[in-house]
């Protein structure tokens, strides 16, 4: 099947770079290069995996067993005197933290 596609400089220079780097002819490079803008966007419009559901099951779950061991340290080594928080209790320091990274997520200042 033959295609005759229109397509600016910035690509046909782009495309002649990458044909000159892979010591291909220009015409397979671009050929190649839509096969491949194809299997991302299909890719992309397939259903999550159980794979990503487990990815994402671990990744909560590290996060959680961090906030505990943290939680537990904190508890531990707290020094009201020392806390870039202004916390005065290692309880109160957690709450404030998380609080700052609920900011962040929605778009406030760095934490």
Request: aromatic share 4%; hydrophobic share 40%; no cysteine.
């Amino acid at each position: 099947m033959e295609m005759i596609l229109d397509a600016g400089k910035d690509l046909i220079n782009s495309l002649s770079k990458i044909a000159k780097i892979e010591d291909k002819p220009l015409d397979v490079i671009a050929l190649e290069m839509m096969s491949l803008g194809a299997r991302v966007y299909n890719a992309s419009k397939e259903e999550k995996t159980k794979n990503d559901i487990d990815m994402i099951r671990n990744i909560l779950k590290t996060a959680l067993v961090n906030h505990e061991l943290l939680s537990e340290i904190l508890t531990i080594i707290f020094n009201k005197e020392r806390s870039k928080l202004k916390a005065y209790d290692s309880e109160s320091a957690i709450k404030m933290a998380e609080q700052l990274a609920e900011q962040y997520l929605r778009g406030g200042e760095r934490l």
